[in-house]
């Protein structure tokens, strides 16, 4: 009787332990199982917003066509090549504009220290070494420093007026197109309104259908023609506040320059 309840026991142990093992394999699949379904979720939602925005980005593409060709060539075309010219000289003038920048207590130290080490001559050689409208005025403020501090100060001012007609280049053509692009849409505008009108007096009857395309075309002229002027806009401020950084600093340069060859002179 011992015997078998000890038999009874052990089948009891083994059962519970077998019955928890098969519990607990069942729970990591079903988790491993909720797991990669997880994954696989999120790698479709991705997807998903991926083809999405992929989507859109073609869709609005689309559509910024379809408006341009609906306004119609002869404007749209000019109003076109208002932006890219406008586009290409700001891209050309930013450009020039970063390059021409200096750093002007750098150079305004070492020339300093140039010409009291090792005289005029080592001092047009930093500038010459140096790019920029600074470094260029004090080399002819440098050059001209042997005929006097007044002669000197004279060819800066000149040379300063130079360089700055060289920063300016050009900018008269962007705030041109930035005034053309809405005058040329506000002008399809109008045609568009005649063109509608036509039609009316052509048909001698008010329908909608006769109006809506003249209408149509005159006011995605009209967008247009804003869209290009606000584009170039923001680039002819940048650009101008650029320029009127680089001036600054090559005022307070050369009053500088003319101070370090006043205590030179003496």
């Known amino acids: 009787m011992k015997k078998i309840l000890i038999s009874?026991?052990?089948f009891a142990v083994v059962s519970i332990v077998f019955t928890s093992s098969a519990y607990a394999f069942t729970n990591v699949n079903l988790t491993t199982q909720e797991d990669s379904e997880a994954v696989q979720e999120d790698s479709a939602t991705e997807q998903m917003m991926e083809s999405s925005s992929e989507d859109t980005s073609a869709n609005f593409t689309q559509?910024?066509?379809k408006r341009f060709i609906e306004g119609?060539?002869?404007f749209m075309?000019?109003?076109l090549i208002c932006l890219i010219l406008g586009l290409a000289i700001s891209i050309e003038r930013i450009i020039y504009l970063n390059l021409s920048t200096t750093d002007t207590?750098?150079?305004t130290s070492e020339v300093e220290a140039a010409l009291k080490s090792g005289g005029v001559?080592?001092?047009k050689e930093v500038c010459r070494n140096t790019k920029g409208p600074v470094a260029s005025i004090f080399y002819q403020g440098l050059d001209r420093s042997k005929d006097?501090?007044?002669?000197a100060e004279k060819a800066v001012i000149a040379y300063g007026g130079v360089q700055m007609g060289q920063l300016e280049k050009n900018v008269s053509w962007i705030s041109l197109f930035i005034a053309l692009a809405p005058m040329l849409g506000f002008m399809g505008t109008v045609i568009g309104m005649i063109n509608a009108f036509d039609k009316i007096e052509?048909?001698?009857d008010m329908q909608p259908s006769l109006v809506a395309g003249g209408i149509k075309i005159a006011l995605l002229t009209t967008v247009f023609g804003l869209i290009v002027a606000i584009i170039l806009q923001v680039f002819y401020n940048y650009i101008v506040a650029k320029i009127d950084s680089i001036v600054n600093d090559m005022e307070d340069s050369s009053i500088t320059l003319i101070d370090i060859l006043s205590s030179y002179k003496k």
Do not use: R, T, Y
Request: charge should be negative; aromatic fraction near 8%.
């Open 72 to 74: 119609g060539p002869s």
């Open 8 to 10: 009874f026991f052990l």
């Open 148 to 151: 006097g501090v007044d002669s």
């Open 105 to 107: 207590d750098k150079l």
């Open 77 to 79: 075309g000019i109003v």
């Open 202 to 204: 052509a048909a001698g």
């Open 121 to 123: 001559e080592a001092a």
């Open 63 to 65: 559509e910024i066509k």
